[in-house]
């Protein structure tokens, strides 16, 4: 068999639709084909590791032996092109669009308000579309399987949930709408949680988001069939081999196993790829090369599976001796794996595994172990014990001598305790050992024993039909050590306010709208910036980071780079026209400060190119003292931006007068965004008068105007930056996007191309900076009856590399480490702490769930001193009145925080709740609940006063139709929609009579960015303005013809000569904050609310499961109660995140691990609470804003704060098994590292802490 010269036509089939490639490359996966090549840019780029879901398609296959089409959802960053040959792809353009017909998966989405910023949107649908096209009434437990590989950071995936739950057979939810026959409201009134919304006839309650009866049912017969030519291909294939030939690579279909195993002798070296998961891969991130790849899609014995009583042709054992380094088996390079024989257990043999991840599903484990126990017949004498362990060292570890040592011995108490020293003995983790967490590990090995020792105890019980076999006894409080936590779905009622009578019936002020893209977002259709066609001779922008955290920077050497094939230019400080320092050096110049700094770029004629090249570019440095990366070293070396303070009262006055005093600490992890649309930008350079436009995802376009003017020296008239819509930003693009922006502009500007840069997932979160990671010491002075008198905290946040937003970020930490409490006497510092990390930067919440976190702390720590409970003490403490007070003699009306309050109290069934979890505590030793409600308070608008502004842009045209602009960016927060809701109102035309388009500095200038929760207070006042004015002008046409229609008003006005374009703007408050004096105010209004959650721990893993949460939240009248819950339950999951999961990880040199959703974990389906109910508190108004409306989009991410401290209560619970009853440190996030090593037991002592000068895997910044 030879390979030389040829290469096959690969021939497959899209959306109905033949491709024929007569030089498929190997290299090239379906992703980039299907946006680039083919055009069908709904399957959309996350993560490019499989990681996220969000390139999901369908691919189709005729089995002609079992004549029989197959359907699966694949990732297509990792699906090789030349895997297609002979099957169909559908996309999520081939399932319905506007201009035809949508399909069922993609309404009920966008429907039930599934769908925020749409990014993950078309993964979801296809995930789900294949699920039915497999099976069409699928169960829960399918659907949750479909779902585990599609992250979504922004909805909370409760909607998409509901969406798709309408499919299944078995819901665990009657689906109905309707308050007085939905489960949840049956179960909510039973709970009396609903006592309150039948009282008044005044504000009516509704819980309805969205109407099923106009859903169309999912009808088998209209989906795309399998094209036939396909099948006939299949039919009539030739067994023969097939070859693709790329630039650098070779692709080989063998036809048989011989034909396989000819190749594997004649190619050793020669990877067989079957999913790619792992090639893929270690080829895209770990810069591993195959000139060949042999895939045996063709081999029949290696899909199938066969009862037999033997194995393959050379058998190896799955022992100690099967794997022999890190991914390498003893498998000879010209063998392959045949088959897998498991053998069925035999009686007295009993076989268990167990693995904690740092999340449930699509997760790799921390540590995992397989083991298995013989016993003599009748006997609990161990005849033959075998233990394996995974994710204790570079391979699978046999714990050898304890395996050995415990044969012949009797399953007992004695044995457990010498299994658990032999193990440790067996498992050695060096403290520097790669993944970190040592004693953790070391701990999750023998916490692993002790739940098989238990488990074998039970079924051998259950063999022998004995309670206490062997005299030992088991206590029942121990049993649920065995029981593995199982996962229901989300569900949950959503309440709100419904709106008041006398409005038309288009009027849709106060409805829960559906955003107004959501059926683009689910179609595929929605245009974000990536998804623009190329132009004419475009270039692609890759950049070039530091590798060193603070060094010199001796030499560029790009001279490899710039021959690289399809190579352009490099771009550097040098280039610049303009001013080479905004808010921060655009490009470095000579001194590198953190890993991920952007040192130059390269541009190419593709992204390959381009990121090839980037890779050759050759740096040298020289390391500088000194290296500053945690809050620990910051502090020490006194490297700090600024501080801030804020006194009140006679702190050590009354820290005197106190019965008590505690002091403690928190540390507080950073978070990356995640946005699933990475930093994006395209740059047009006009041909004349300097013109340049660009298209970028930033919630700020004026900034970047502004960065990308002074950048090449031009005024900003010659800037136009557009932005249509942006795949989810919170926060994390508006510094850095106009950044990125400059640098492709003056890439743009250098060779008079088109130029795009688009970020990589990796590159994305190196380079662009998270939430702040803080620190907050604290001293409190107390009463013995839970009054708190005296607070002195001081909080130390992170701010890397360059000052960004962090001294305000500061600001709101130190402003708002009162939360929602009345401290007569506090003194409250914030330090910026200057590191040599990328700089951090806004993310929602901006400092506020930081600080929280740590005045709940405080908070636990007196409830736990006076014997009270944390609710009891909370409450104690809240402010009360309307005429509450804070640090900085801010005069507010506290009165709804009291009122969210106790209306959680009463939703959450609280204090009932209570008692039951105490019960179930008595009950289990090994498993804890707890409980814990927080009040949420989160200040709204710009604390920088001039930001307090917004204008808008009203053009009508002669048939009525409206065009309307503000200076707001939609990114998946329903700004538009909301927007549209208010102009419909105003101008009293339904929304569909009103087009939005994009964002764009020249049609409205000097935008504020769209943040702070403030997007609909300010620039919805500024399209009311322009609403106003132009009706004011239309006055006269209505006054003479009162029965007339909108565009008969419109046509007079027009004959007459009045303009029907107008402009709108509104001056927002003064927010005026004297940081000398300590006085002022650093919000327009509160946002108030209270959420109780309740979680169950496992202590001996740390695993825990988020069993339910109720939110109330003070939302004022909401202009779109689906957006606004939408935000709340979307928020509410990012906090879920910050404090419960997301954990950044650094070396000890300042080198970002995390780098993409295999590393970092965010929320997926299986995190959220089982039961997640949302109410906005009815009969609330407020006067500052819109429509007496509020901005809530930041305000719930603080609520994510109370499933942490459930889980300290829990913990707290597994304390006092063994008399620990006092205050402990709970850092955040509480992962299950966290989680186990604070349940301190007898397995935990016997493990020893790492030795304090070692250097650990991972530092804590
Ligand atoms: C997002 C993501 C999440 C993941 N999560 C997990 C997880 O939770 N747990 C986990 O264990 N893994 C996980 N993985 C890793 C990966 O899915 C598994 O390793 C998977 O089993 C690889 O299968 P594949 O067919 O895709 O491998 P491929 O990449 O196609 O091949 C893997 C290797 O197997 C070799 N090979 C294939 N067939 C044979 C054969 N017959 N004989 C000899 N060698 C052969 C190939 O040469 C290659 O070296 C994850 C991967 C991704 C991308
Ligand atoms: S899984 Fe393919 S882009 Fe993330
Ligand atoms: S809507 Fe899911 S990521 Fe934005």
């Not at 490019?48 to 398609?57: A, P």
Request: proline share 5%; charged share 20%; hydrophobic share 40%.
């Amino acid at each position: 068999m030879s390979q030389q010269g040829i290469t096959d036509e690969l021939v497959f089939f899209v959306n109905g639709h033949k491709v024929r490639e007569q030089n498929a490359d190997p290299e090239l996966m379906l992703l980039p084909y299907l946006r680039k090549t083919l055009k069908l840019t709904g399957t959309k780029y996350g993560c490019g590791g499989g990681g996220c879901g969000s390139c999901t398609v369908m691919i189709s296959k005729y089995n002609a032996q079992e004549k029989k089409i197959l359907h699966f959802s694949v990732n297509a960053c990792l699906t090789p092109l030349c895997m297609l040959h002979g099957a169909a792809v559908t996309t999520v353009e081939g399932i319905g669009s506007t201009r035809t017909s949508i399909h069922p998966v993609q309404e009920y989405i966008a429907k039930t308000h599934g769908s925020q910023c749409g990014f993950c949107t078309p993964g979801m649908v296809m995930s789900m579309y294949t699920l039915l096209r497999n099976n069409p009434t699928p169960s829960m437990a399918q659907l949750q399987q479909c779902l585990a590989g599609n992250l979504c950071r922004c909805t909370g995936y409760r909607p998409i949930v509901d969406a798709f739950r309408t499919f299944c057979t078995a819901s665990n939810c009657c689906q109905r709408r309707d308050p007085e026959e939905s489960c949840h409201l049956g179960k909510a009134e039973q709970d009396g949680i609903l006592a309150e919304s039948k009282d008044s006839d005044q504000f009516q309650v509704c819980s309805q988001l969205f109407k099923t009866d106009d859903l169309l049912p999912l009808d088998e017969t209209q989906e795309l069939i399998f094209p036939p030519e396909l099948m006939l291909m299949e039919e009539r294939r030739e067994k023969r081999t097939f070859v693709f030939r790329g630039e650098r690579m070779m692709w080989i279909v063998p036809a048989n196993l011989e034909e396989l195993l000819e190749l594997k002798s004649q190619y050793p070296k020669a990877p067989l790829l079957v999913g790619n998961t792992n090639i893929g891969p270690n080829m895209k991130f770990k810069g591993a090369f195959h000139p060949m790849i042999i895939h045996p899609a063709n081999v029949s014995e290696l899909h199938s599976i066969q009862f037999t009583e033997e194995g393959g042709r050379r058998e190896i054992h799955l022992d100690e001796n099967f794997f022999v380094g890190f991914g390498k088996t003893s498998l000879r390079p010209e063998e392959l794996l045949l088959s897998v024989f498991i053998p069925f257990s035999r009686k007295w043999q009993f076989v268990l595994a167990f693995r904690q991840a740092s999340r449930r599903e699509n997760a790799f484990s921390i540590v995992n172990a397989g083991m298995q126990v013989v016993f003599k017949d009748e006997t609990n004498v161990v005849a033959d014990l075998r233990m394996f362990f995974g994710g204790v060292g570079p391979t699978t570890v046999y714990a050898k001598r304890c395996s050995k040592e415990l044969t012949n011995r009797s399953w007992d108490e004695n044995l457990l305790s010498q299994a658990c020293e032999l193990l440790l003995d067996d498992i050695s983790l060096p403290d520097s050992a790669p993944g970190g967490c040592v004693k953790f590990r070391r701990t999750l090995t023998i916490s692993f024993f002790y739940k098989f020792y238990l488990q074998v105890w039970q079924r051998l019980q259950q063999l022998l039909g004995k309670e206490d076999p062997f005299g030992v006894n088991i206590p029942e409080r121990f049993r649920s050590a065995t029981i593995p936590f199982s996962i229901k779905l989300p569900q949950g009622f959503q309440r709100f306010q419904k709106v008041v009578l006398d409005q038309f019936s288009w009027d849709a002020l106060g409805q829960p709208v559906m955003h107004l893209s959501a059926i683009k977002h689910a179609t595929g259709e929605a245009v974000y910036c990536d998804d623009i066609p190329s132009q004419e001779g475009e270039l692609f922008l890759a950049l070039v980071t530091s590798t060193r955290a603070h060094a010199k920077i001796v030499s560029i050497d790009a001279s490899e780079a710039l021959h690289l094939p399809g190579v352009f230019d490099i771009i550097t400080t040098q280039d610049i026209p303009g001013k080479k320092i905004g808010m921060e050096e655009i490009l470095c110049g000579s001194e590198v400060t953190c890993v991920g700094h952007m040192i130059c770029g390269i541009v190419a004629d593709s992204q390959l190119h381009a990121k090839m090249a980037a890779a050759a570019v050759k740096i040298t440095y020289e390391d500088l003292e000194p290296l500053v990366l945690t809050l620990e070293d910051a502090i020490q070396h006194k490297s700090f931006y600024d501080h801030f303070k804020l006194e009140n009262g006679d702190v050590d006055a009354a820290f005197e007068k106190a019965d008590q005093q505690l002091e403690g600490e928190i540390h507080i992890g950073g978070q990356e965004h995640f946005y699933m649309e990475t930093h994006s930008v395209l740059v047009i350079p006009k041909s004349e008068d300097g013109e340049i436009e660009i298209v970028c995802s930033t919630q700020y376009p004026t900034f970047a105007q502004t960065v990308v003017a002074d950048t090449l020296g031009i005024p900003s008239n010659r800037v136009t930056v557009r932005v249509k819509r942006i795949g989810g930003a919170f926060g994390g693009k508006i510094v850095k996007a106009s950044r990125i922006a400059a640098i492709a502009a003056v890439a743009a500007h250098k060779t008079g191309r088109s130029v795009r840069c688009i970020l990589e997932r990796g590159e994305d979160m190196l380079i662009s900076g998270g939430r702040h990671p803080v620190l907050g010491r604290y001293k409190i002075g107390y009463m013995t009856d839970g009054r708190i008198i005296a607070a002195e905290v001081t909080c130390y946040a992170n701010g890397g590399n360059k000052v960004d937003f962090s001294l305000m970020v500061i600001q709101e930490i130190v402003s708002n480490l009162d939360s929602g409490y009345y401290i007569p006497h506090v003194c409250l510092t914030g330090f910026v702490c200057k590191t040599n990390l990328p700089s951090n930067t806004a993310f929602r919440g901006f400092g506020q769930p930081q600080a929280i976190a740590i005045t709940e702390s405080w908070i636990t720590d007196v409830a736990t001193k006076c014997g009270l409970s944390a609710e009891k003490v909370r409450e104690i403490n809240l402010y009360r009145g309307q005429e509450a007070c804070t640090p900085y003699k801010h005069i507010f009306d506290s009165r709804n925080q009291l009122t969210c309050w106790n209306e959680c109290l009463q939703m959450a069934s609280y204090h009932n709740r209570k008692i039951s979890v105490e019960e179930f505590n008595n009950l289990n030793r090994w498993k804890k609940r707890g409980i814990s409600i927080v009040p949420l308070r989160k200040g709204v608008g710009f604390s920088e006063s001039a930001l307090n502004q917004a204008g808008a842009l009203l053009h009508v045209y002669e048939d009525g139709s409206v065009l309307l602009t503000h200076g707001g960016t939609e990114m998946g927060q329903g700004l538009h929609t909301k927007i549209l809701q208010v102009a419909s109102h105003e101008l009293q035309i339904p929304m569909s009579a009103i087009h939005l388009s994009e964002t764009s500095t020249g049609m409205v200038p000097n935008t504020s960015p769209t943040a702070a929760s403030s997007g609909t207070d300010l620039n919805g006042m500024a399209v009311k303005d322009a609403c106003q004015t132009l009706l004011q002008r239309l006055q006269p046409f209505m006054h003479e013809n009162p029965k007339g229609t909108w565009k008969d008003w419109v046509e007079e006005a027009f004959k007459n000569k009045v303009s029907l374009s107008t402009t709108g703007f509104f001056k927002g408050e003064d927010i005026v904050m004297d940081w000398e004096k300590g006085e002022g105010t650093t919000a327009s209004y509160f946002v108030f609310g209270a959420a109780c959650s309740e979680v169950e721990i496992d202590c001996l893993t740390g695993d825990h499961k988020n069993i339910r949460t109720d939110i109330v939240i003070d939302a004022g009248c909401s202009i779109n109660p689906a957006v606004d819950i939408g935000q709340i339950e979307g928020a509410f999951t990012q906090g879920l995140g910050l404090f419960t999961m997301e954990e950044l990880k650094y070396s000890p040199k300042g080198v970002l691990y995390t780098r993409g959703p295999t590393q970092y974990k965010i929320p997926a389906v299986c995190d959220i609470p089982e039961q997640l109910n949302v109410s906005l508190l009815p009969r609330s108004q407020n006067p500052k804003a819109i429509y007496s409306s509020k901005g809530i989009s930041e305000a719930a991410v603080l609520a994510g704060c109370s499933v942490f401290y459930a889980i300290k209560d829990a913990i707290a619970a597994a304390r006092r098994e063994i008399g620990l009853t006092g205050s402990f440190t709970l850092n955040s996030p509480s992962t299950p590292a966290q989680i186990r090593m604070a349940c301190i037991d007898q397995f935990t002592e016997m493990v020893p802490d790492c030795v304090p000068e070692s250097t650990p895997w991972a530092i804590v910044v």
